[in-house]
């Protein structure tokens, strides 16, 4: 990972616009996490449906990831931080 090799300035705007982005990430992982809880609860509550909730929990991680990617190639291109 290569920094930036001169101070960055940013308006006001595009702290705004950061801050935003990390808002609906933060959102978006507690509504993942919220659903794997829920799933687990079911399971636990009612076993009969382990087999819909463990497609439910599945699919929660990588949606995960994904949102963290997505944060995070925002956020390298605003800092200009590069790869490799």
């Keep these: 990972m290569r920094l930036p090799s001169e101070p960055i300035t940013f308006s006001v705007q595009q ?3 950061m801050n935003q982005k990390l808002s609906i990430l933060k959102h978006d992982i507690n509504n ?3 659903l ?3 799933a687990t609860e079911l399971i636990r509550h009612k076993p009969h449906m ?3 909730m463990m497609v439910t929990l599945c699919e929660q991680p990588p949606k995960i990831t ?3 990617n997505k944060f995070t190639t925002e ?3 605003a800092f200009k931080i590069t790869r490799g």
């Design 15 to 17: 702290v705004e616009e």
């Design 32 to 34: 993942h996490l919220s």
């Design 36 to 38: 794997m809880m829920a």
């Design 50 to 52: 382990a087999e819909r």
């Design 66 to 68: 994904a949102a963290l």
């Design 75 to 77: 956020f390298e291109n």
